[in-house]
Nanobody, 123 residues
């Protein structure tokens, strides 16, 4: 049973930064592509960023390109999301997720999910 736990969310002013972390256990983290998604109230879950197991390739949603950076440390079973130049519209619950298939932008392609961490950006 794979277990994912996010941390690092909080309240920040627009223009500020946050770094989210996701620690995994109970699985072979290093061989799976991982992703970050977010969901705001009343909206569908949205792809934020993804990374291959080797970190050779990363992908970003259009709304966060140039501002967010995904990374991973396989030795520590950790996934990260550095968020800079935050905007009010970035406010959402952020989830990390792992897939046993290929890296994808669709939530249903992911097998394991964390419980989420709230990010609130104030104006």
């Amino acid at each position: 049973q794979v277990h994912l736990v996010e941390s690092g969310g909080g309240l920040v002013q627009a223009g500020g930064s946050l770094r989210l972390s996701c620690v995994t256990s109970g699985g072979t983290f290093s061989v799976y592509p991982m992703g970050w998604f977010r969901q705001a109230p009343g909206k569908e879950r949205e792809f934020v960023a993804g990374i291959t197991w080797s970190s050779l390739r990363t992908y970003y949603g259009n709304s966060v390109k140039g501002r967010f950076t995904i990374s991973r440390d396989n030795a520590k079973n950790q996934l990260y999301l550095q968020m800079n130049s935050l905007k009010v519209e970035d406010t959402a619950i952020y989830y990390c997720a792992g897939t046993k298939g290929s890296l994808a932008t669709i939530p249903t392609r992911y097998d394991d999910w964390g419980q989420g961490t709230q990010v609130t950006v104030s104006s």
